[in-house]
């Protein structure tokens, strides 16, 4: 589900990015819908969304997890205890539908992976401090 065309960099529904033969892309399309849409007319195995943060898109997330789509998803926020204590997202955490939370730095090294957390065993895999 790429809303504001930025996952695969689509000009007028044209992707800009090779991102693999058998990948549809929903551009411009809200993600709660397109996520429905996708659930009901193609069946499949991996939904990509970047920047979850609504009431519609965990609904629509947990629909897709219970009918056996795997899921990728960004979400914004300053630490991972940011991300379980918004109400917003408490319906994923409670029904286990993220299994492992990559953390990316931000500010000085934006996009360098900071922890891998596994979430259903709640302890940290990796982690580096970029001292």
Partial sequence: MDERSE???CCMG??????????DIYDGCIKSEGIMMAIR???????ICD???TVKDSESIIMAYNCGVDLICSIHGESLKDFTERLVFKE???NNIFH????LLNREKPGKISEIYDLKADKTLWRNDYD
């Fill in 100 to 103: 492992i939370a990559v953390m």
């Fill in 41 to 47: 007319s193609m069946s499949p195995e991996v939904i």
């Fill in 7 to 9: 996952i695969a960099g």
């Fill in 51 to 53: 920047e979850i943060g």
């Fill in 92 to 94: 994923l955490i409670n």
């Fill in 14 to 23: 044209i992707p800009g990015m090779d991102i693999g033969i058998r990948t």
